[in-house]
Every structure is written in structure tokens, then in C-alpha cells.
């Protein structure tokens, strides 16, 4: 049973930070690729960063560039997005995935449609 928990959401104001977290039940997260991913009212689902099986590629959206940072912990089954610098836009409920493909193309590692196994979400809302 491959099983993906999120936790660490809440509510901040602008500027202020939190960090999420993705523990994995059922696998071993040494060999899947992980994302998070973000969905606001009324709009699409995105990904936000994603990262490699081992953490040797990484992919971030340019607008959480250098806000943002995605971490992993094979030996804790677990992933991390450390967000700084939170802004209102950034509210929405997040989402870790996993899948166990690879990539040829940086560009493709946060493809929504290539993540198979995903958790149930976290409510971040960010306002004053």
C-alpha cells in the first residue's frame, strides 16, 4: 500500500514562513521522484518543485524561485518544501506526489500527468 502524507500547512501572514512535509508509508522514497504541487480556487493544478530520486535534479517554478526550497530524507522516507517570503498568492492546498519514472528533460520533472501516487493535502493561506 503506497501511501503519500502531507502536514505543516496552516495559516501565516505575508512574509512569514512554514515548511511542509511528505512522509511515505507502504515504499522506500530512494527510488521515486517527488513533487509538490499546489491547487487555488478556481485555477489548474501546478507543480511547484519537484525533485529526483536521489535529490541530484531539481525543479522549482520561477515564481517561487529562491523563496522556495524542496529537500528529501531517504532515511526518513520523507520530503520537505521549506516556503519563505510567503505571499497570498501563494495560498492554495498543496500536494506531494510521487511517481517512479525518470526524466529526460529537466523541464518535464513536474508534469502533473506523470505523477501516479499522491497525497491527500495540506491548506496553506497566507494573509493579514
Known amino acids: 500500500q503506497l501511501q503519500l502524507v502531507e502536514s505543516g500547512g496552516g495559516l501565516v501572514q505575508p512574509g512569514g514562513s512554514l515548511r511542509l512535509s511528505c512522509v511515505a508509508s507502504g515504499f522506500t522514497l530512494d527510488n521515486y521522484r517527488i513533487g509538490w504541487f499546489r491547487q487555488a480556487p478556481g485555477k489548474e493544478r501546478e507543480g511547484v518543485s519537484c525533485?529526483?530520486?536521489?535529490?541530484?535534479?531539481?525543479y522549482y517554478v520561477d515564481s517561487v524561485k529562491g523563496r522556495f526550497t524542496i529537500s528529501r530524507d531517504n532515511a526518513k522516507n520523507t520530503v520537505y518544501l521549506q516556503m519563505n517570503s510567503l505571499k497570498p498568492e501563494n495560498t492554495a492546498v498543496y500536494y506531494c506526489a510521487a511517481t517512479p519514472t525518470r526524466v529526460t528533460f529537466l523541464q518535464r520533472m513536474c508534469d502533473v500527468t506523470k505523477y501516479d501516487y499522491w497525497g491527500q493535502g495540506t491548506q496553506v493561506t497566507v494573509s493579514s
Open positions: 525533485i529526483s530520486s536521489r535529490g541530484g535534479s531539481i
